[in-house]
Nanobody, 115 residues
Framework: QVQLVESGGGLVQPGGSLRLSCAAS????????MSWYRQAPGKERELVAT???????DYADSVKGRFTISRDNAKNTVYLQMNSLKPEDTAVFYC?????????WGQGTQVTVSS
């Protein structure tokens, strides 16, 4: 079955950086678009970034220029490099892929930006 396992979250000061990783299994990884979503307390889950199988990327306006999504098909892993973090980036970040109109999610990793 499809499994997505996120790692790399933590507590960071404003202006700092973190890199999230998502290891995928049970899926033809190189053929799939992969996305990162986040959900802040009391808010709906929102799309942060997507990378297609061909390597094209797209970002939410709120993270453009600060976050970078990338993938390593040899490792079945997608990354989210987050720079210049702000307190409003505090959220649980989820890895996602869509297969036959079904969303698959990881368990999430907490990112807290605070001084």
């Amino acid at each position: 079955q499809v499994q997505l396992v996120e790692s790399g979250g933590g507590l960071v000061q404003p202006g700092g950086s973190l890199r999230l990783s998502c290891a995928a299994s049970g899926v033809n990884f190189s053929a799939r678009s992969m996305s990162w979503y986040r959900q802040a307390p009391g808010k709906e889950r929102e799309l942060v970034a997507t990378i297609t199988s061909g390597g094209s990327t797209d970002y939410a306006d709120s993270v453009k220029g600060r976050f970078t999504i990338s993938r390593d098909n040899a490792k079945n892993t997608v990354y989210l490099q987050m720079n210049s973090l702000k307190p409003e980036d505090t959220a649980v970040f989820y890895c996602n892929t869509l297969i036959w109109n079904r969303h698959y999610w990881g368990q999430g990793t907490q990112v807290t930006v605070s001084s």
